[in-house]
């Protein structure tokens, strides 16, 4: 379990708003992760609403003390600290309860999987329709956020699921601070 925490906040921007604000903090955090090839930080979001949509104005890091300071050594934050507030480093409060924040994946667009079938096994484009029909689209109702491979620097929407957990359960997070089976603190 996380021993401590580290909250970012949001500031309101006229320029810019929250979702391409935490869409940013998410890239920078991203690509920290990985240039430490970190796997011990986990994230939740305090201000996460399935309806309406949002991860809210703000991010919690999870992890120990040694952990949160090593990676807030790195200056990843640079070009951000106009736009946030950061909090001390504490220790989780008694009160916390233990949640997963994990990635969900939807089949989103039967046309995408049409063409990246048509590709992987040299089908026309009738043989994809008639394997994939326009029925396996789903429309996700989660939060997102739109982030940068650091591996392909492809873009993707990142469905973000964030939910109380029955027990701590100790374990490593991904390069995005998430996790199938880690639990971070939720307060």
């Known amino acids: 379990m996380s021993?401590?925490?580290?909250?970012?906040?949001?500031?309101?921007?006229?320029?810019?708003?929250?979702?391409l604000l935490m869409d940013a903090l998410l890239?920078?955090?991203?690509?920290?992760?990985?240039?430490?090839?970190?796997?011990?930080?986990?994230?939740?979001?305090p201000g996460w609403h399935q309806n309406p949509r949002s991860l809210g104005t703000?991010?919690?890091?999870?992890g120990s003390n040694a952990a949160l300071q090593q990676l807030m050594a790195d200056n990843w934050l640079r070009g951000m600290?106009?736009?946030?507030?950061?909090?001390?480093?504490?220790p989780v409060p008694d009160s916390a309860t233990p949640g997963i924040v994990r990635?969900?994946?939807?089949?989103?667009?039967?046309?995408?999987?049409?063409?990246?079938?048509?590709?992987?096994?040299?089908?026309?484009?009738?043989?994809?329709?008639a394997a994939i029909p326009a029925t396996v689209e789903r429309t996700?109702?989660?939060?997102?956020?739109?982030?940068?491979?650091?591996?392909s620097s492809?873009?993707?929407?990142?469905?973000i699921d964030q939910q109380p957990a029955k027990q701590h359960q100790a374990g490593r997070f991904n390069c995005y601070g998430l996790s199938n089976q880690a639990t971070v603190p939720l307060f």
């Open 3 to 19: 021993s401590h925490y580290l909250q970012l906040t949001l500031l309101p921007d006229p320029e810019f708003s929250v979702h």
């Open 103 to 129: 990635r969900r994946h939807f089949k989103t667009s039967a046309e995408r999987l049409r063409r990246r079938r048509m590709k992987r096994h040299n089908e026309s484009y009738e043989q994809a329709t």
């Open 154 to 159: 492809q873009r993707f929407q990142l469905f």
């Open 58 to 62: 703000q991010l919690r890091l999870h």
């Open 27 to 45: 890239n920078k955090l991203h690509r920290a992760l990985v240039s430490q090839q970190s796997d011990n930080i986990g994230i939740s979001f």
């Open 81 to 90: 600290n106009d736009h946030l507030e950061r909090s001390a480093i504490s």
């Open 140 to 151: 996700p109702s989660l939060p997102w956020a739109t982030l940068r491979s650091a591996s």
